[in-house]
Each structure stands twice: as C-alpha cells, then as structure tokens.
C-alpha cells in the first residue's frame, strides 16, 4: 500500500468522504485498485485501473527492451514520425544475415515505402524544408527543442498559404530565426542569413512579415541573452560573465542601453568586466566572436565607464 499524495479520482476532494473523518490520509491497494481511508476504514473508490506497465525494469536499456510503444512524436518531421519505415539494417529479427537475394527486395520495398510516406504537395514541401532546417540547424549548433519550435512555427505559416512565391530556404530561415529568439537562443540575423545563404535584408523582412501573418510573439533580444555564449567562447571564467551581466543591469537601471545593438552592448560588458576581473581579452578578439566592430565596442565601453562611475585598475 502507498500513500497518494494527489490522483485524478471521481470525487472533487481528496479527501475521505465520511462527513465525520474528513481525513486527507488516503491509502491506495494496488493488488486491490481501491482507494481507502487511513481514519476510518471507509473504501472511497474501487476498480481503479491501473495505466502504468505490468512490467519491471532496474536499468534503461532493459526498459527499452520490454517498452511495446514507440518512439515519441517528432515534429521536424512531416508526418511527425508516426508512419511505419524500414530500417537499413541486413539482418532479420532472429539476428541471422539476409540472403543476397532478398536483400534486392527489402530495397525496392524501402524505396516504395519512402514514396508512399509523401502523398501531396504539402507533404513533399515539408520534407523539403524540414531537410533544410535540419541542415540549418545543424551548422547554427541548435538544439532539437528550438529546432522542434521552428518545425511548429513553418507549419502554421504553410497552413495560412504565406509561402506562395517565395523560396522555401528563406521561410525556414525566418521560421528558425523566430525560434531562436522565443527560446532565448541569442542568434543575430546576419549568422542566420550567412548560413542559410540568402540576405540579410530579405530575412529581416520576411521574419517581420511571419509575426504579422501568424500572429507570433517574438521577445527582443536583450545584451544579457549574449553573455553566456560570448564567455563560453572567449574562454572567460564564470565571474566574469556574473560581473557583466551586474554591468548590463546597471546600465539598463541608468536608461543608456536604450537604443543600443545587443550584442554591442554585450561585448563592451565582457570587455568591461574582463578589466575589472583581470582576465582581459582585446577589444579585437571579443569583436570577432560578437560580429561588431572594435569601435563599437570602444564607444559603448566608454558609456558604461562615465554612466557607471566604476574604476578600472589597470
């Protein structure tokens, strides 16, 4: 017997029906499947079903032997990875080999399986732009749950007709430009554009173009949302990355972030603390990895210098 702390049962309360008890100490009999008071005996529900396995499993792969489910719905793909596919594999379920013979026919049955898997035009777009995002997403270094967003995002976009006339490489550089920015994964247009090979001019406009048709909202990027990857790039300690984002919040407590590029702002603050920490890095090396110029760096550090009135021990 254990103790349920909260379940999904047919009363409201969970707690012991019996006016006089009213006891919250209620006891679940698996071997029984019913719902019993601790107080006072009462038995509150019977016949509870059961949904977990029959089965036991003491390590993960010994559960992925006895699991009969399949694999959880993938999104990246067009019909969410929910239709049967061959494997690659030559060997038959027993683990012997696969004559030469058969292997011909287990080919053409997998070429034939690939086909059916497409029956229209909007599928096949989406095998298209999903090979795209994938590749994109791929050399951007992004995760499966901001790639997944984007996969969400293209659909809502096909479904609406918003890609008619338009190259399906820019939609799905707008679509995973839109994802990075909700998942608070700092991408700068010009890294999409470059990537995805188209500019950054008709990116920007087609990003603005996706938030009005599907009604998205996409957050502003912040100098703070930078931070983490420029010092995990540069090779900065973690306290220098603590003291730049204390910067950034002063500064933005001072109103002179307003109107400012994040990642210039981003890369004065590593600059900033990197000074005041003693793990100085040159105003070129940050420049490089936030993709702005030294003189931006230069004019945004000399803002925080005479706002922040913060000494630098040289």
């Known amino acids: 017997m254990v103790i349920i702390e909260k379940c999904q049962l047919k009363h409201d309360e969970n707690k012991c029906s019996e006016f006089e008890c009213r006891s919250i100490n209620l006891v679940f009999d698996d071997s029984r499947g019913e719902l019993i008071c601790d107080k006072c005996g009462l038995v509150i529900e019977e016949h509870i079903i059961d949904r977990g396995p029959e089965w036991r499993s003491f390590t993960t792969e010994d559960q992925k032997n006895k699991s009969r489910v399949g694999s959880p719905i993938n ?23 696969i004559a030469p013979v058969r292997r011909a026919e287990i080919y053409r049955l997998r070429r034939l399986q690939r086909r059916a898997r497409i029956t229209n035009c909007r599928e096949r777009n989406l095998v298209q732009a999903f090979r795209e995002l994938g590749r994109l997403s791929s050399q951007l270094g992004i995760p499966r749950s901001t790639k997944e967003e984007a996969a969400i995002i ?22 995973l430009y839109a994802a990075c920015r909700i998942r608070k994964n700092p991408l700068t247009l010009d890294e999409v554009a470059k990537k995805a090979r188209i ?23 912040t100098p703070r949302d930078f931070i983490s990857r420029f010092s995990n790039e540069l090779k900065l300690s973690d306290k220098v990355a603590r003291r730049a984002i204390k910067i950034l919040e002063d500064a933005k407590d001072e109103g002179i972030t307003t109107g400012k590029t994040p990642t210039g702002l981003a890369a004065a603050a590593l600059y900033f603390a990197g000074e005041l920490e003693d793990e100085r890095r040159t105003k070129l090396e940050i420049a490089k990895v936030a993709q702005v110029t030294d003189v931006t760096i230069r004019n945004r550090y000399k803002d925080l210098v005479k706002n922040l009135e913060i000494e630098v021990t040289v």
């Open 199 to 221: 500019s950054k001019k008709i990116l920007g406009q087609w990003f603005l173009r996706l938030k009005k048709t599907i009604n998205l909202s996409v957050p502003l990027n």
């Open 75 to 97: 999104y990246t793909i067009h019909d969410k990875g929910l239709s049967t596919t061959l494997g690659y594999g030559y060997r038959d379920a027993k683990g012997g080999k």
């Open 154 to 175: 293209y659909k809502k976009a096909w479904e609406t007709k918003m890609g008619i006339g338009i190259s399906t490489d820019v939609m799905v550089a707008a679509t």
